[in-house]
């Protein structure tokens, strides 16, 4: 497994990292010794770094994350949760304020099992938060031992820079990496988003190089659309009844042919284009059973070569986006139509 630098930081991580997601009952895989067992697998093949957050199935990611690290694996790892995300009925339990990202931390590290994670991560931008008390709770956390560093996750280019201004103007801890959703279908983060993190050198771990399985090889023109849970959640990056989705799955189709003329599989044409781009750091995994997680190890970690990208991107050019839902994050100034009509 190849070993990158995580931004400025210094510390080295998989090219591959493991995301935990699909780990627990509400969104993923019940059995928690498979979750184990998933989790060692990967570790014994070389990925040293794993990534969870509060959000994914209430918690139940972090304890299963934290039953297979205990026994003496954990010092091998680095570990990766998020908040921000909606954990309970309470106004409060959500967000990214200093009030709730103290009190969530330490939930986090309870669920996990250990006494810090080695990168925090918020998981969304939150508009009603200013950028400076989040960084400042990130910052006390740091101090406290409880966290080493802090990221983002899903951030435009503007606010990822506003961050680092803030940062520095403020005397607070930067954040040190940006989690963006990435892959041969979703190219909308190399506009800007990549070449801001390579400006400020912040380390890049794309989520969703698989596009939400659009890239698994089971979307094809051909063929029945396989059924999950994720499609009946996120109709809108599904239903083929909206041009962008159709768009997706002719794509697919394409780089499914492209795939086998180069003699691989999608997956790992799609793992590999993700890896080629030189802002990436390591690019998230999220199997939900091992046979998951086996059809993906052996993807090329350092990446693909420059005749191969070129015929990905007479498929889907570069900066493209063919479904804008898949980008996860819509800009307030868009969602609210109040803030951009003068009343």
Same mark, same amino acid.
């Given at each position: 497994?190849?070993?990158?630098?995580? +931004?400025?930081?210094?510390?080295?991580?998989?090219?591959?990292?493991?995301?935990?997601?699909?780990?627990?009952?509400?969104?993923?895989?019940?059995? *928690?010794?498979?979750? =184990?067992?998933?989790?060692?697998?990967? &570790?014994?093949? +070389?990925?040293?770094?794993?990534?969870?957050?509060?959000?994914?199935?209430?918690?139940?990611? #972090?304890?299963?994350?934290?039953?297979?690290?205990?026994?003496?694996?954990?010092?091998?790892?680095?570990?990766?949760?998020?908040?921000?995300?909606?954990?309970?009925?309470?106004?409060?339990?959500?967000?990214?304020?200093?009030?709730?990202?103290?009190?969530?931390?330490?939930?986090?590290?309870?669920?996990?099992?250990?006494? *810090?994670?080695?990168?925090?991560? =918020?998981?969304? %931008?939150?508009?009603?938060?200013?950028?400076?008390?989040?960084?400042?709770?990130?910052?006390?956390?740091?101090?406290?031992?409880?966290?080493?560093?802090?990221?983002?996750?899903?951030?435009? $280019?503007? &606010?990822?820079?506003?961050?680092? !201004?803030?940062?520095?103007?403020?005397?607070?801890?930067?954040?040190?990496?940006?989690?963006?959703?990435?892959?041969?279908?979703?190219?909308?983060?190399?506009?800007?988003?990549?070449?801001?993190?390579?400006?400020?050198?912040?380390?890049?771990?794309? !989520?969703? %190089?698989?596009?939400?399985?659009?890239?698994?090889?089971?979307?094809?023109?051909?063929?029945?659309?396989?059924?999950?849970?994720?499609?009946?959640?996120?109709?809108?990056?599904?239903?083929?009844?909206?041009?962008?989705?159709?768009?997706?799955?002719?794509?697919?189709?394409?780089?499914?042919?492209?795939?086998?003329?180069?003699?691989?599989?999608?997956?790992?044409? $799609?793992?590999?284009?993700? =890896?080629?781009? %030189?802002?990436?750091?390591?690019?998230?995994?999220?199997?939900?059973?091992?046979?998951?997680? #086996?059809?993906?190890?052996?993807?090329?970690?350092?990446?693909?070569?420059?005749?191969?990208?070129?015929?990905?991107?007479?498929? =889907? %050019?570069?900066?493209?986006?063919?479904?804008?839902?898949?980008?996860?994050?819509?800009?307030?100034?868009?969602?609210?139509?109040?803030?951009?009509?003068?009343?």
């Amino acid at each position: 497994m190849q070993m990158r630098v995580l +931004g400025s930081t210094g510390v080295r991580v998989s090219s591959f990292c493991l995301g935990a997601m699909m780990f627990g009952s509400t969104w993923g895989n019940p059995d *928690h010794d498979e979750g =184990v067992r998933i989790i060692h697998r990967a &570790l014994d093949s +070389g990925i040293n770094f794993i990534d969870t957050a509060d959000v994914y199935s209430g918690g139940e990611s #972090e304890v299963i994350v934290g039953k297979a690290l205990a026994g003496g694996r954990r010092d091998d790892v680095v570990l990766a949760t998020k908040a921000h995300g909606v954990m309970g009925t309470d106004v409060n339990e959500r967000g990214s304020s200093r009030r709730w990202l103290i009190r969530e931390c330490e939930a986090s590290l309870r669920r996990l099992g250990t006494d *810090h994670v080695d990168l925090y991560q =918020v998981h969304r %931008p939150d508009p009603d938060t200013d950028i400076d008390e989040t960084l400042g709770a990130l910052t006390d956390l740091i101090r406290a031992g409880k966290i080493c560093y802090a990221g983002t996750s899903t951030f435009p $280019a503007d &606010l990822i820079v506003e961050a680092q !201004w803030t940062a520095q103007r403020r005397g607070r801890e930067r954040f040190v990496c940006e989690q963006p959703p990435y892959s041969i279908l979703v190219r909308g983060v190399e506009a800007a988003v990549l070449p801001a993190c390579q400006r400020h050198r912040l380390g890049v771990i794309t !989520w969703g %190089p698989l596009a939400s399985g659009w890239l698994s090889g089971q979307y094809r023109l051909d063929s029945d659309l396989p059924a999950s849970r994720r499609s009946q959640r996120l109709p809108q990056r599904f239903d083929l009844s909206l041009s962008a989705n159709r768009a997706k799955l002719e794509a697919a189709d394409k780089l499914a042919n492209l795939a086998a003329e180069a003699g691989m599989s999608l997956i790992h044409l $799609a793992l590999g284009f993700v =890896v080629s781009h %030189p802002a990436v750091t390591s690019a998230i995994l999220g199997p939900r059973t091992m046979a998951h997680l #086996e059809s993906q190890l052996d993807a090329p970690a350092d990446g693909l070569p420059a005749d191969l990208l070129d015929r990905i991107d007479e498929i =889907v %050019p570069a900066g493209v986006t063919l479904n804008p839902a898949d980008g996860s994050y819509v800009p307030p100034a868009l969602a609210d139509p109040a803030l951009r009509r003068r009343h």
